[in-house]
């Protein structure tokens, strides 16, 4: 895969444009998106900002800033949505999104049980109306950001 056929490339090449959900936050090595095509609020994607397929390829400065990332994030979802837990989850094999990265996912107490877990994915592609809107992301984007910009112990 080149970086022209990345989806996560493609809008790291676009970075000075991106809307409040697609760069919640960011630092030289990882960019911080709301997920698309969630029904789920605040579900957010970890993204490296360089084109890498692997976490064994992480350099030695990004896997150093990811651990705090994680953890940052997970705190701060924790203050805005106020979820009990965040799941933190790794696989980057959809076509077209073979970039690594991170899947930081609040799970709140009112979460049904069969969409706990693994079963969180269910949340994913979902129908339209179903879906987390534009408005609705860039809402708790900023929310975030503001959290993360107010405790800057969190990231």
Known sequence: MTTSEC???VKEAKFDDLPPRECVAFD???RVAHAFDTALPGWLVLLPRRHVTAVHDL???EAAALGTWQV???RALRGVTGCDKTY???FAEAEGFAHVHFHIV???ADLPQEQRGPGVFELL???EPERVTDEQ???IALSLRARLREHPDLA
Do not use: F, N
């Open 7 to 9: 989806y996560i490339c």
């Open 28 to 30: 030289e090595h990882w």
């Open 59 to 61: 350099t030695d400065a």
């Open 72 to 74: 940052g994030l997970s």
């Open 88 to 90: 933190v989850v790794q």
């Open 106 to 108: 609040p799970r709140t």
């Open 125 to 127: 592609r979902r129908s």
């Open 137 to 139: 992301a860039d809402r």
